[in-house]
C-alpha cells in the first residue's frame, strides 16, 4: 500500500510531509515527557521496527494467490506513540533501499499506515478491559488495515482528480469496489493480530503491558 | 548529547579518495541539499518536453557516480503497481484527441502524453533516490539529515534499526527452514480456508511472535550494552562537517538547475 514517486500534486505530497512532521514531532516530545531517559526505550522499537519490517514480507500462503499483511495494527498494540516515527523509519529504509514508495511520497506513506497504527493503538487499550486482550487486539489489527485503505483510496481519487480524470460514478464504483476486497483481508490481519497478542500475552507480557508502553 | 567529542562505534564511512567516482566525494550535507532540490523540482514537471532534460541530467549523475546500469535498470524495472496501474489506464480515460479507436476503447493522445510524463518522472526520481542511497553511506546520510534539523532521536531510531534489520531477517530466516526441516508446510488455500484459519494463520503468527519475543528480549540487553559503551553522553552518529568548496559548488548549480525546471513548468517559458 504504497503510492509511488511522482504521482501526487505537489500541494499533496507536501501537506503529507506537514502531516509526517506534526505527528512525528507530538510523538517524540511524548516520549521526552514520559520517561526520564527517553533512550531507553530506542533499542526496543529499533529492533521491533526491524522485526516488523521483516515480518511485514511474509506473503501468508493462500495458492495460487498469497496475502501480504500490513502489521501497523500490531506495532500501534506495541509501540504506542512510537509507532508513527517506527513506521516512518521502516518506510524511509523501503524508499532509499528498495525503492517502495519514495522519497517525495514518504510522509503521505508515513500518514497512510502511521494515522491508522496510531488509532489501533488507542483502540487495543480503551477496549481492552471491556472485550478481552484477544479481540480489542482483532479490533486494533482490523481497524487498522481498512483505516489504511481508506486512507489510500482517498489520496488515489485526489491523485486522479490532479490527473484530469473526473470523479465518475464508474470510478467510485471500482474504487468501492477495491474498499470492500479489503475487508476479508482486515479480517484475516485482524486474526493474525489477536494470535500474535494472545501468544505474546503468554510468552512475554512484558510486551503488551502498561508500564511498558510509551 | 552534542556537547561530546567521543564518538560510538559506528560503521566506516565509504572511502573518499580522489579516485573514488565523483558523487562518492560529494559531502553528504551538500548532495543531500542538491539532490532534494532537483527531486522536488522533477516531482513538479507536466510539460512532456522538459521529460528529455530530466533524464538527460539523471543520466549524467548516475554516470558521475560509477554504479553499473545494470543494477538500476534492475531497480528501475519494478515500478509501484499502482504506477504501472496510472500509467495504463490514463491514455484510455483523459482527453479528447483520438489516436485509434477500437468500439468504445480509445487510445488518447492527452492521457498518452500525461502517462509518459508521469511514468518518466517517477522512474528520474526513483533513480535520484537510489543515487542517494548507493553513494552515501547510512551514518553519514543520517547526520546529514540531522543538521538539516531531523530530530535525533528518529536519527537514532534509524541507525539502530537498520544495526539490526539483517541480524533479524537471518533470525527470520532461520526460523523459517528450522520449521520446515520439522515438516511444516502451508497447507491451505483459497479454496480450504478453514485449514489455512486452523493451522497457516495461527503458526506464522506464533512465528512472528517468538520474533517479537527474541527481538524484545535481546532489546534489553542491547540498551544495556549501549549504555556501557556511552550511549546518551556521546553521539551516536558522526558530526555533520562543514562540505568542501566544491560540494557546495555542485549544490548551488544543483539548485539553480531545480529553480530553473520550476520557472520553465510554470509558464516561464513557452511551450
Redesign the interface.
Known amino acids: 500500500m504504497?503510492?509511488?514517486?511522482?504521482?501526487?500534486p505537489?500541494p499533496l505530497?507536501l501537506g503529507g510531509y506537514g502531516l509526517t512532521a506534526l505527528i512525528?514531532?507530538y510523538s517524540?516530545g511524548r516520549?521526552?515527557r514520559l520517561e526520564r531517559?527517553?533512550?531507553?526505550p530506542?533499542?526496543?522499537?529499533?529492533?521491533?521496527?526491524?522485526?516488523f519490517?521483516?515480518?511485514s514480507s511474509?506473503h501468508?500462503?493462500?495458492?495460487?494467490?498469497s496475502l501480504h499483511l500490513l502489521l501497523n495494527g500490531l506495532m500501534g498494540v506495541?509501540l504506542g506513540v512510537?509507532a508513527y516515527?517506527?513506521i516512518?523509519?521502516?518506510l524511509?529504509?523501503q524508499?532509499?533501499?528498495?525503492?517502495?514508495?519514495?522519497?517525495?511520497t514518504l510522509g503521505i506513506n508515513a500518514a497512510i499506515l502511521g494515522i491508522p497504527a496510531l488509532l489501533a493503538g488507542g483502540i487495543f487499550q480503551a477496549s481492552r478491559r471491556r472485550l478481552g486482550t484477544g479481540w480489542a487486539a482483532f479490533w486494533a489489527g482490523a481497524a487498522g488495515v481498512v483505516l489504511a485503505a481508506l486512507l489510500f483510496y482517498g489520496v488515489?481519487l485526489a491523485?486522479l482528480y490532479s490527473?484530469?480524470?473526473p470523479s465518475t460514478s464508474a470510478e467510485r464504483l471500482a474504487l468501492a469496489g477495491l474498499m470492500a476486497a479489503h475487508l476479508p483481508l482486515a479480517g484475516?490481519e485482524g486474526?493474525?493480530t489477536r494470535?500474535?497478542v494472545l501468544?505474546?500475552q503468554r510468552?512475554?507480557p512484558?510486551?503488551l503491558g502498561e508500564d511498558e508502553k510509551l | 548529547m552534542k556537547s561530546s567529542k567521543a564518538n560510538l562505534p559506528c560503521p566506516p564511512l565509504a572511502s573518499r579518495s580522489f579516485s573514488s567516482p565523483w558523487l562518492h566525494r560529494w559531502r553528504p550535507l551538500p548532495k543531500v541539499v542538491g539532490l532534494?532540490a532537483l527531486?522536488?523540482a522533477?516531482?513538479?514537471v507536466q510539460r512532456l518536453a522538459l521529460l528529455p532534460l530530466v533524464w538527460v541530467l539523471v543520466a549524467l549523475l548516475w554516470a558521475l557516480s560509477g554504479l553499473p546500469l545494470r543494477r538500476g535498470l534492475r531497480?528501475?524495472a519494478?515500478?509501484?503497481v499502482?504506477?504501472i496501474a496510472?500509467v495504463l489506464f490514463?491514455p484510455f480515460?483523459?482527453g479528447e484527441t483520438f489516436l485509434w479507436q477500437w468500439g468504445s476503447l480509445a487510445l488518447r493522445w492527452?492521457g498518452l502524453e500525461?502517462a509518459l510524463c508521469?511514468g518518466g518522472?517517477?522512474?528520474?526520481?526513483?533513480a535520484?533516490?537510489?543515487l542517494?542511497?548507493e553513494t552515501t553511506p547510512l551514518p553519514a546520510?543520517l547526520a546529514a539529515l540531522g543538521a538539516l534539523g531531523i530530530?535525533d532521536?528518529?536519527l537514532?531510531?534509524?541507525w539502530?534499526?537498520?544495526?539490526?534489520?539483517q541480524?533479524?531477517?537471518t533470525q527470520?530466516q532461520r526460523m523459517q527452514r528450522a520449521a520446515r526441516l520439522r515438516g511444516w508446510r502451508?497447507r491451505?488455500?483459497?479454496w480450504r480456508l478453514d485449514l489455512?484459519?486452523r493451522q497457516?494463520?495461527?503458526f506464522?503468527?506464533?512465528a512472528?511472535?517468538?520474533?517479537?519475543?527474541r527481538?524484545?528480549?535481546?532489546?534489553?540487553r542491547?540498551?544495556q550494552a549501549?549504555r556501557l559503551r556511552g550511549?546518551?553522553r556521546a553521539l551516536l552518529l558522526p558530526e555533520e562537517r562543514a562540505g568542501d568548496p566544491w560540494s557546495w559548488a555542485a549544490t548551488g548549480l544543483a539548485v539553480a538547475v531545480a529553480l530553473g525546471l520550476v520557472w520553465v513548468q510554470f509558464g516561464g517559458y513557452p511551450d
Not at chain 1, 95 to 104: E, Y
Not at chain 2, 208 to 213: D, E, K, Q, S
Open positions: 504504497h503510492i509511488s514517486e511522482g504521482l501526487l505537489a505530497w512525528t514531532g517524540l516520549l521526552q531517559d527517553p533512550r531507553r530506542l533499542p526496543k522499537a529499533a529492533l521491533l521496527t526491524a522485526a519490517f521483516v515480518a511474509i501468508l500462503p493462500f495458492p495460487p494467490a506495541l512510537l516515527p517506527a516512518l523509519v521502516g524511509f529504509f524508499a532509499v533501499a528498495f525503492g517502495h514508495g519514495g522519497l517525495t488515489v491523485a490527473e484530469g480524470i484475516v486474526l493474525f494470535w500474535v501468544f505474546l510468552v512475554q512484558q510486551l | 532534494l527531486m522536488a522533477f516531482a513538479q531497480r528501475l519494478a515500478p509501484g499502482l504506477l496510472f490514463l480515460a483523459v492527452e500525461r508521469l518522472r517517477s522512474l528520474a526520481l526513483l535520484l533516490a537510489m542517494l542511497g546520510l530530530p532521536l528518529l537514532e531510531l534509524a539502530l534499526t537498520q544495526r539490526y534489520l541480524e533479524v531477517a527470520w502451508p491451505g488455500s483459497l489455512a484459519l497457516d494463520l495461527p506464522l503468527a506464533a512472528v511472535g517468538t520474533l517479537l519475543v527481538s524484545y528480549e535481546r532489546s534489553e542491547v540498551y549501549l550511549y546518551g
